[in-house]
């Protein structure tokens, strides 16, 4: 009976994402809300990330989300960013491979391109964007460190996971459970920080 209620009084939070993996775990994050994508709510046209930083392609991907459907949506864009490699791939860490969400390539790609490099530390970043049909907008950005790793690691998660190795867990994105990266992703603290300044704004 209980789980009836809770399910009941949910709010609802549209997330600007075709990336399934994404939508899971933003949903497994945020227990409290019924998670949607924008094409279960009607909206799939492809937007173009053109911004020069996460928090410009993840505030792009809100606006549209929420222009069309007008109601609040929420977008994240993040990537791996490796310090040996001036930050690369970055912003193109979906696509470093050149086709874009071909998760083997990018992998293959990067651990060809620091090969040789003694310094692996590397971090993921989230930029986190919350836009309301009337114009506001949020944003928020979440990081967690490690290194990158001589070969992948376990199959768990997606994209870069089973080739980074969390300083916080001691182990590849690819060895852990859902729980125990979630606990320490960059998604999570993006999240988490976006939480915060949502709640404030709402009392605003």
């Not at 620091?114 to 949020?138: C, M, Q």
């Not at 690691?153 to 300083?167: H, K, L, M, P, T």
Request: proline share 1%.
């Amino acid at each position: 009976m209980q789980s009836t209620e809770d399910k009941r009084i949910k709010k609802r939070l549209v997330v600007a994402t075709g990336n399934a993996h994404k939508l899971r775990e933003i949903s497994e994050i945020f227990t409290d809300f019924e998670v949607v994508s924008q094409k279960q709510m009607g909206f799939d046209a492809e937007v173009e990330e053109t911004g020069t930083t996460f928090a410009e392609n993840a505030l792009i991907k809100a606006r549209a989300a929420a222009n069309a459907l007008g109601c609040i949506a929420l977008a994240d864009d993040s990537g791996l960013c490796v310090d040996a490699l001036d930050g690369a791939p970055g912003i193109y860490s979906a696509r470093y491979a050149g086709e874009h969400g071909s998760d083997k390539a990018n992998r293959d790609l990067l651990l060809k391109n620091v090969e040789k490099v003694t310094d692996r530390t590397a971090y993921f970043i989230s930029a986190i964007a919350l836009v309301y049909p009337d114009g506001r907008e949020l944003v928020a950005e979440g990081r967690t460190y490690g290194k990158v790793l001589y070969e992948e690691q376990g199959e768990g998660g997606f994209g870069y996971d089973c080739i980074f190795e969390s300083d916080d867990l001691k182990k590849s994105f690819g060895l852990a459970t859902a729980e125990e990266k979630n606990a320490v992703s960059h998604r999570f603290r993006g999240l988490q920080e976006m939480l915060k300044l949502w709640q404030e704004e709402e009392r605003k």
